[in-house]
């Protein structure tokens, strides 16, 4: 009976202060190594890193609670009320914290990645991603020359008149992935809080033979001009394009 008490309460101590601190030791190590980008908005890292030295400051602090009191603190008087808990709900909470425990383990062993371009296809809306460029647009400003992918998407999504940014020249950097019609699309995956979020900003590329022999998922340089096809939209017609490798920083906010 002791046995089953004590392996309980390990349980119990693993899927709170156990799971806590494996994330917050990955959190920590991610903002030292200087690869939390890659998972979450650069703005956000100072939040996370902190509130993962608080949690793991906790985690120190809770070897001072005796093993079992998480559990059973504030409801002894109450035991003779409770009953075995159902087996359902057993089996459910062992599946979870397996489920949580992979996670976090994998978390801990595994390299991190940035998210692939078959992802960037299944969360391709076939719009602009959510707040992408709003502002520029809305101002009217001219300067676009700080425009990335995700702020030209916005502007291929809802510009009313498309003959005022014929002829602009742009640089940009991204992946290609299949368009319509045998073309391409030039992607960035555009972060507001984390990947959790992450949206598809795409661009089409104009059928050119530039662009022909490019693989998905190839991160290329493209220097070309915003013309306006046939139909009235917006697309670019490279003029150089040079294969490069993933950038460090692969996302935009």
Same mark, same amino acid.
């Given at each position: 009976?002791?046995?089953?008490?004590?392996?309980?309460?390990?349980?119990?101590?693993?899927?709170?202060?156990?799971?806590?601190?494996?994330?917050?030791?990955?959190?920590?190590?991610?903002?030292?190594?200087?690869?939390?980008?890659?998972?979450?908005?650069?703005?956000?890292?100072?939040?996370?890193?902190?509130?993962?030295?608080?949690?793991?400051?906790?985690?120190?602090?809770?070897?001072?609670?005796?093993?079992?009191?998480?559990?059973?603190?504030?409801?002894?008087?109450?035991?003779?009320? @409770?009953?075995?808990?159902?087996?359902?709900?057993?089996? !459910?909470?062992? &599946?979870?914290?397996?489920? +949580?425990? $992979?996670? %976090? *383990?994998?978390?801990?062993?595994?390299?991190?990645?940035?998210?692939?371009?078959?992802?960037?296809?299944?969360?391709?809306?076939?719009?602009?991603?959510?707040?992408?460029?709003?502002?520029?647009?809305?101002?009217?400003?001219?300067?676009?020359?700080?425009?990335?992918?995700?702020?030209?998407?916005?502007?291929?999504?809802?510009?009313?008149?498309?003959?005022?940014?014929?002829?602009?020249?742009?640089?940009?950097?991204?992946?290609?992935?299949?368009?319509?019609?045998?073309?391409?699309?030039?992607? @960035?995956?555009?972060?507001?809080?984390?990947?959790?979020? !992450?949206?598809? &900003?795409?661009?089409?590329? +104009?059928? $050119?033979? %530039? *662009?022909?022999?490019?693989?998905?998922?190839?991160?290329?340089?493209?220097?070309?001009?915003?013309?306006?096809?046939?139909?009235?939209?917006?697309?670019?017609?490279?003029?150089?394009?040079?294969?490069?490798?993933?950038?460090?920083?692969?996302?935009?906010?």
């Amino acid at each position: 009976m002791f046995s089953d008490q004590r392996a309980r309460a390990l349980g119990v101590r693993w899927l709170g202060v156990g799971l806590s601190t494996v994330m917050s030791v990955v959190t920590v190590a991610l903002t030292v190594t200087g690869r939390l980008h890659l998972y979450i908005n650069p703005a956000q890292a100072w939040f996370a890193c902190g509130m993962a030295v608080l949690l793991l400051l906790g985690a120190i602090a809770s070897f001072a609670l005796p093993l079992g009191d998480e559990e059973d603190h504030g409801h002894a008087e109450h035991e003779h009320h @409770r009953g075995a808990p159902a087996r359902g709900t057993f089996v !459910a909470t062992v &599946a979870g914290g397996v489920i +949580a425990s $992979a996670v %976090a *383990i994998s978390a801990l062993i595994l390299p991190p990645a940035t998210l692939s371009a078959e992802v960037a296809m299944d969360r391709d809306s076939g719009t602009a991603p959510l707040f992408a460029g709003a502002d520029e647009i809305q101002l009217g400003l001219v300067d676009t020359s700080g425009f990335g992918v995700g702020d030209w998407s916005a502007v291929f999504s809802t510009a009313t008149s498309p003959e005022r940014y014929e002829g602009e020249n742009v640089r940009l950097t991204g992946f290609v992935t299949p368009g319509m019609n045998g073309s391409l699309n030039l992607n @960035r995956l555009v972060i507001t809080h984390c990947v959790i979020d !992450a949206q598809t &900003a795409a661009l089409p590329l +104009a059928d $050119a033979d %530039a *662009i022909q022999g490019l693989e998905t998922g190839e991160w290329i340089e493209m220097t070309g001009a915003i013309t306006v096809n046939s139909a009235g939209g917006l697309v670019i017609t490279p003029a150089s394009i040079d294969r490069v490798d993933e950038p460090e920083d692969p996302y935009e906010y």
